[in-house]
């Protein structure tokens, strides 16, 4: 009974740290998309409009209140 139906591993392999360079452009894409989406959530269709029309406002307000936002 030398033998284990269950075979023995060694240890897991290292993960290799990611480099400060390889991660700063994901870091600032994801900060600009933020930026964006906090834009359009907190300030779109007030006196900073980029579309036009009650169809985006509507769409920015609900958002406002399933987010919490303070809107009126």
């Given at each position: ?9 060694a ?32 300030a ?29």
């Amino acid at each position: 009974m030398a033998d284990s139906a269950v075979p023995t591993t060694a240890a897991p392999p290292a993960v290799a740290p990611i480099s400060l360079n390889a991660l700063a452009p994901w870091a600032l894409f994801a900060g600009v998309l933020m930026l964006v989406l906090l834009y359009l959530v907190g300030a779109e269709q007030g006196a900073t409009a980029i579309f036009e029309g009650d169809t985006i406002h509507e769409w920015m307000h609900d958002g406002r209140h399933l987010l919490g936002f303070p809107c009126h």
